[in-house]
């Protein structure tokens, strides 16, 4: 079966410093991956996709920027933090039925 | 792109009673509908969905209608219980091309369900 993990589970950096956060998928090969943010009490935003190794489409333009290096590794970046990229980071993946299965989830809080 | 509206924003209801959550979309060319629960600081979990070749779907307490006609679903729970009290999202996709498996979400409805 298919699992996904993202890490790490909480995160708490100062504005101006830089991010990486990492997902992975196991029991599957070349799934669609997605980022996505959840601000406080709000709803799903979408911030990238890929739909292969190298491949990223972004959605939102912003300070954040996505990688694929591999084919079930999905790295979310940024140079210099901003206050407003406070939230709950989410890596989800799908394969052909289009359903997606989101990981646990990176908790970034920017002071 | 497709837009996806969701009401009621919150809903309140009693042990037992059925709550209804309602969807609308632009995309006349969407086909996958699903619904997700995401309890307080948690992921979200799939718990249903349809497919536009289909009208209805059931699983136990859980239902859902799609009605492509008018562009809308629903979700309905029925004999609801103090653990269906989270926050439910809709979503709708359509097939292939540069928007394969993105999905729109809706913005949510925060569900509560008082003993």
């Known amino acids: 079966s298919q699992t996904i993990h993202q890490w790490p589970a909480t995160l708490v950096q100062p504005v101006g410093s830089p991010l990486s956060l990492e997902c992975t998928v196991e029991g599957t090969s070349n799934p669609n991956l997605y980022w996505y943010r959840q601000a406080a009490g709000r709803g799903l935003q979408l911030l990238f996709y890929?739909?292969?190794?190298?491949?990223i489409s972004s959605e939102v333009p912003q300070n954040l920027s996505a990688s694929r290096p591999q084919d079930r590794q999905f790295i979310l970046s940024s140079k210099k933090l901003l206050l407003s990229d406070s939230g709950f980071y989410l890596c989800?993946?799908?394969?052909?039925?289009?359903?997606?299965?989101f990981g646990p989830g990176t908790r970034l809080t920017v002071l | 792109g497709e837009n996806v509206e969701q009401h009621p924003s919150t809903l309140s209801v009693q042990e037992g009673d059925s709550a209804v959550i309602k969807c609308t979309y632009s995309?006349?060319?969407?086909?996958?509908f699903p619904w997700y629960k995401q309890e307080l600081g948690k992921r979200p979990q799939l718990i249903i969905d349809?497919?536009?070749?289909?009208g209805e779907k059931k699983d136990q307490r859980i239902a859902v209608t799609l009605n492509k006609t008018a562009k809308h679903f629903s979700l309905h729970i029925t004999e609801t219980q103090p653990e269906d009290s989270a926050v439910y999202f809709c979503?709708?996709?359509?097939?292939?091309?540069?928007?394969?498996?993105?999905?729109?979400f809706g913005q949510g409805t925060i569900l509560t369900v008082h003993p």
């Open positions: 890929s739909v292969g190794i190298g491949q």
């Open positions: 979503a709708a996709t359509r097939p292939g091309g540069t928007s394969y498996g993105k999905l729109t």
């Open positions: 989800a993946w799908s394969m052909f039925t289009d359903t997606q299965y």
């Open positions: 349809i497919r536009s070749n289909v």
């Open positions: 995309d006349s060319a969407s086909n996958y």
